[in-house]
């Protein structure tokens, strides 16, 4: 039933013109080019697709030009993502009215508190859309919480969670999950958050990944996992180590850490391939500029990919 | 100007009814007690005001009673807390239109950044509620990000914020932000969210205090920041002592851990006294039940605290 | 030059008697054991060789043990793990004496630094032992510093550094250093210390892993390295699975977190298996017992491990 | 018994030589000066000793010249700080057998564990050297972790514990910590670690201080201590802001972080006074120079000290 689920489901990035509003244009520009590659789903609202930085209506709005444009081409599972069990409902109620396929909740997050109440969270948003498919997002670096392996799957065999985003960047227990997953019947979908190191996570048992990279490159991650189907592990291994150097994007600006590093180097290398039109970002993040920019071309340069703007002009594409 | 701020300013506990609704009558007594304790303001929706746990209806539904129950006797704080800039800027309007006396904000949370994204979250902010004093709350255990005391009063001197809610629990780098904070013409007010060692921050030169701790028992708080102005430190010890034996209600529950601990025991000690109908928490979190509820009225007991409801009627307010 | 140290090097776990002196017998049957699996060299006084509960004494005896049984036969690295540079110098030199291989420092610990302090420590040993083999053992979960790529590199082709044991769980991290070490001209030798996606670190490129279960089952990571010099990943993906599934071992035990249960969880398979004597741990860890000694049992069963004794004698063999 | 533990404990500076030795003569000199000023104890061999940049050979010259030079005017306590158990032991016998008056160990680190390693750990140190008083180093920043006060007093009460050096700025936990200790009877005699907050560890019940700063200036610490005891909290307060005005010298540096920061800062206004030869910093650590010289300076004037030598003769003093 979650099958659908299975292989190359990018992050969508978001795109914003340099007034900081939606860029309906890039985005179908985007969106079309992804599942033109071959993606076998979208995720739309996660942690690089800037949830967290947009307003509800803001959100609406991303949900639904994501749900026009993809017209029901591949699924679209979208992120409600806030810091507790009621405000996570809401987002969930809305994705559902909008026609999302699947939904992706984190642990809850700003308050503390124990497993307890991180296994109750996802039995009430659960309960409150029961017939949405429920991805559980372990994503300690923001939320600070790390799913542990077993309660997962028992949310899995108690049919609350339908799969798992692991972006925890904890390959051992990742592969401990994949491990007990198969022994429980295989209840869960596990996709890997991973970028780097996703031939790693194929050979250990992930049904597929969610490679925020693939908003610049799908090519690559589309034919990475067909070789993973078919057991061909020198090409996963060749398409990898070619993914490895083109994330080197994310490594070169300097002077800026986290999500204005990250996304903000996928947005700029997307405007510097003619996808985007701006590598603007939300606030309180800048966009990168002058030598940022021209470092993330120079990483593009060198794996083989063509720029159709220069540096200069996407550091004038925002103010 | 930011004057007004001083003295004891308690977070604002929320009580609901065993449904989970917005207790209006228990919020009436509650906060008309603290006042004829004689607070010197009120900040509603923080972190023990279950602001994370709030959908933004609920939020407008706290405000608006605090508003109408204060009704001007003592200005109000509104914390407007979440993600990212975007998202505080609206509840920051919002917390505007229904007549804030004034804004509390955390550095942003979830998506990574640095230092640059922190001052200018907060700068955006001032100048989207311009006219609205803006406090930082520095709360690291929610966050993850600590506030350094030069970009704080920083941005006090820039008139950006009005003044800092301490609740780092860190009370070195606290005691420098005083003296920096008084070399620089004293630009911000600074308030400590300590509950069991506000004698030390009052002796470090603290312009208040916004203890949780004074929902249960606002008194002693009170006569503490009246013996601290008087220089009566004698007074202030002794009055921290008793209030640090109240507190121990805290860390008597077993098996439950962070907020269902802390505001858990205040809810429970509170309904306990006669203040709330219930002591039923926000989802995902469980109140305290049967032997919790019998360690929270031991501790009541304990320091003279004449109980209302026994514990047995406590643990069966709720579901 | 650093040729002679790719490939599979565990990191020794070290028997003790009952009386909790060092079990020359059965160090003798282990460390044999291992080089007729066919491993490519030794790693003492690792973590798991139980470095920081060793007395100087006692690390003395446990290397002369080691060189004395290896005989020359594989490499064999030293551990020179102390919290500040003159303490490491002092084993490092104590292990030149006693005919290392090369030896292998942490970053300092114990007292706070920065990258300055970390880079001078390496570059201090190194000017101490100058002829012998350096590699930084980059072990945040221990000493809570990550050891940054670029400056591994640097130090290695400065000619400080010969190599790299990365324990640091990080995988992403692993595979971008991989690549620089590459593009530097292969100056580091990089090893492993994973155990459970030892694959995914060969698909990266690691030159070799140094895995702590190689004590209980080497044959599998021999057939795994030597998989993955012909390029054959099908194998090495099965050898991986089964030794995953066997590494359960020290996820199995209960009540016991830490070393205890990871170091605990291999001694008490050797036992079982035959090799050590006991599955005594040094002070201040008890070994396993009991429902835990049954349930490491379990695990080498349902792998298909024959076990040589039974639960109750190994539980029996320590006090 | 251990009330001779009460008061002003100065964890002792080490002076070292521009060639790395142990500087005698300015060794006596700060001890003497500290003794003069009437300080109750000396604790040497603590983080701020350099004890985890001491061989074990410089261990023994510390402690012997310490003794010497104290010569029975004044309690000695000694840190005997290693990873694990039998480490610790073996530096405690030493110490016995030097003369110390205590010792002073902390939980075990470098290997990962729990509480039942922690207790076992310190009940072990105390049958090993029963007669010696045996003090926790609560030090999370430095050993990651927290010692709990319920295991400390339960310690206290089996007579394994004389005391706490609390070094853990979680100044709630130590006034719960002072509550729980004086409900048992006393059994530990509580040491902060602060120097900038003692006067609020003073007015939650601390039997005295172990601040570093008061090798730069002891004489402030005694007046408040004394003042403190006589319940003169206005003296505290004025003592305690000067001293919080003296701390800044281990803000003003640039460049260099934690312990280099720190201690750093100590020994360049030693040298600044005329109290040590040198500001000579301890592998791998270099000593401040030039403009983080003058800065110090410029706080010890800022404060009202009168400097013995120049900033350009200190930043001379080392290679």
Known sequence: ?????????????????ADGEVDVVSFERSLNRMID????GLFTLGSSGEVAFSTDKRRREIIEN??????????????????????????????????ASAIVATAPFYALGGMAEVERHFRLIHEAVPDLPLFAYDIPVCVHTKLPGNLLVKLGKDGVLAGVKDSSNDDVSFRFLVDDNNKAGHPLTLLTGQEVVVDGAYMAGADGSV???????????????????????ATVKKEQDWLAALMRIVTVPSGVAGFGAGVGAFKTAMALLGVFDTNQMPDPVCPLKGENVEA???VLKEVGLTLAKSP????????
């Open 211 to 233: 490679p925020g990279l693939a908003n610049v490159e799908a090519t690559g991650y589309v034919r990475m996992w067909k070789a993973a189907q078919a057991g061909d592990w």
């Open 1 to 17: 039933m979650t099958e659908k689920f299975h292989g190359v489901i990018p992050p969508v990035v978001t795109p914003l013109t």
């Open 37 to 40: 590659a071959g993606v076998d």
């Open 296 to 298: 993330v071309a120079g």
């Open 312 to 319: 200069q002009e996407v550091s004038d594409s925002t103010k």
């Open 66 to 99: 994501v749900m026009r444009i993809v017209d029901g081409r591949v699924p679209v599972l979208v992120g409600c993502i806030d810091t507790e069990t009621n405000r996570v409902i809401e987002h969930a109620k809305e994705a559902k009215e909008l026609g």
